[in-house]
């Protein structure tokens, strides 16, 4: 067996919306365009949209009415994008004579003009939806606000230092769990005070992230684009994002425990597995070899015992996986506490604690796989799910797809990294 590692070098820019690497060593050009992810004009996507409609309370009419101008919002936004790329294409041609400044400047100021369009329409589209509200419905419209807000949580786990569960919206998990009257009626109270403590979290690294920003343009060339930061400054930069990270990581985890208090089983547990696999997603997503099992086990031509021994091995199974994940998370975010977990450490050192807990849990799918093949025949074995093609990318909102490896296949039995990177 073999492992697929592929190593994603991302320009992180901590609190930006677009980072450029600079051709000098150890220098990166900082950018921010206003309104950007830490300034709260992200794209209102149709599942954002049915959420302000559910927390607002529209009727009806109003949830009609409210789609048909999401509707026109997402066509404006689309054409504003795709005005972005045309710029974009044109500023590549044009650096081909190795002008690299200059394709900075031109990406910088159009990157900033599609932002500052995207923020126009964006605060248009709420402006109307506010309009149609009643008297009761206004009274709503803070929550709508912090919920606005948290959308940008991802940002706080984007970047070389951040924190695990920094960037899950606990307010979107307990919805997600569809939780009867009673248990919601339980737990509401402490989502809401949840919505205010992360609000305040937010609301300081949109002011901390402003400042930087406005300093970084007022110390650069002009036309909107920041000062070319040192190793030095930068090194500044990431700290501010990890201590951000960390305090939003902090009172995460501190209200998932206290929203699981009040729950009964087996919603406590619903709550602390989509806890762990929003906050710990490289750790906690479905290995390969549970497909497998699970599937093998639906196999019409399976003999008596056979069944017996594939019951046991996914029993045996789920049982070491949970203990050998929990070790792998704890590690994971004792070094991501600390400041320790760099995308190298987290992918590349095999002897650090993460490295170690990661190596045994790769090896129990190992063992488990071999044993399960050991109990079909050559039919059975060709009927097992195949690998993916390639490495598998998880993005801050659980979105996942595979790397296109050119065509080339992976032999059955290889494991696929999973890499978790920023996403918009």
């Known amino acids: 067996m073999r492992t697929i590692a592929r190593t994603i070098m991302l320009a992180a820019s901590v609190c930006a919306t677009s980072a450029i690497c600079a051709p000098a060593a150890a220098q990166v050009m900082i950018s921010r365009a206003v309104g950007g992810p830490m300034g709260g004009a992200e794209v209102i996507s149709a599942k954002a949209a049915d959420r302000f409609a559910g927390i607002l309370g529209l009727d009806a009419a109003q949830v009609d009415a409210?789609?048909?101008?999401?509707?026109?919002?997402?066509?404006?936004?689309?054409?504003?994008?795709?005005?972005?790329?045309?710029?974009?294409?044109?500023?590549?041609?044009?650096?081909?004579?190795?002008?690299?400044?200059?394709?900075?400047?031109?990406?910088?100021?159009?990157?900033?003009?599609?932002?500052?369009?995207?923020?126009?329409?964006?605060?248009?589209l709420l402006q109307d939806l506010r309009g149609m509200l009643t008297p009761e419905q206004e009274m709503k419209w803070s929550r709508l606000e912090r919920a606005r807000r948290r959308e940008s949580l991802p940002m706080m786990a984007w970047g070389p230092m951040s924190v695990s569960g920094a960037g899950v919206d606990l307010c979107v998990l307990v919805e997600g769990l569809k939780l009867p009257g009673e248990e919601f009626a339980k737990v509401a109270?402490?989502?809401?005070?949840?919505?205010?403590?992360?609000?305040?979290?937010?609301?300081?690294?949109?002011?901390?992230?402003?400042?930087?920003?406005?300093?970084?343009?007022?110390?650069?060339?002009?036309?909107?684009?920041?000062?070319?930061?040192?190793?030095?400054?930068?090194?500044?930069?990431?700290?501010?994002?990890?201590?951000?990270?960390?305090?939003?990581?902090?009172?995460?985890?501190?209200f998932v425990e206290r929203m699981g208090a009040t729950l009964a089983e087996p919603w406590r547990g619903e709550l602390r597995k989509a806890w762990n696999k929003a906050a710990f997603r490289t750790v906690y997503r479905d290995p390969h070899i549970l497909t497998q099992l699970k599937a093998a086990q639906g196999f019409e031509d399976l003999e008596a015992e056979q069944k017996v021994a594939l019951a046991e091995l996914l029993a045996e199974y789920e049982r070491r996986l949970e203990e050998l994940n929990?070790?792998?998370?704890?590690?994971?975010?004792?070094?991501?506490?600390?400041?320790?977990?760099?995308?190298?450490?987290?992918?590349?050192?095999?002897e650090s604690e993460v490295g170690k807990a990661r190596r045994a849990r790769m090896e129990l799918d190992k063992a488990m796989r071999e044993r399960m093949r050991a109990r079909l025949n050559e039919a059975q074995q060709a009927r097992l799910p195949k690998v993916p093609s390639g490495p598998r990318v998880v993005t801050p909102g659980g979105g996942e797809m595979e790397l296109d490896l050119g065509g080339v296949g992976l032999p059955d039995g290889a494991e696929i990294e999973v890499i978790t990177v920023p996403g918009r």
């Open 66 to 124: 409210f789609k048909t101008l999401h509707r026109s919002y997402l066509s404006q936004i689309d054409e504003s994008r795709s005005a972005l790329r045309e710029v974009s294409k044109k500023a590549r041609d044009a650096a081909e004579d190795g002008d690299f400044d200059a394709l900075i400047r031109a990406m910088e100021k159009a990157s900033a003009e599609q932002l500052t369009r995207q923020a126009e329409l964006t605060n248009t």
């Open 189 to 254: 109270p402490v989502v809401e005070e949840y919505e205010v403590e992360i609000d305040a979290v937010i609301r300081e690294g949109q002011a901390a992230a402003a400042k930087d920003t406005e300093e970084a343009r007022k110390s650069g060339p002009g036309d909107g684009v920041s000062r070319v930061l040192d190793e030095g400054a930068m090194r500044e930069m990431v700290g501010k994002s990890h201590a951000r990270s960390k305090r939003a990581g902090e009172v995460n985890r501190r």
């Open 326 to 350: 929990a070790q792998w998370a704890e590690a994971l975010l004792k070094q991501e506490m600390e400041g320790k977990a760099t995308p190298f450490e987290l992918g590349m050192d095999e």
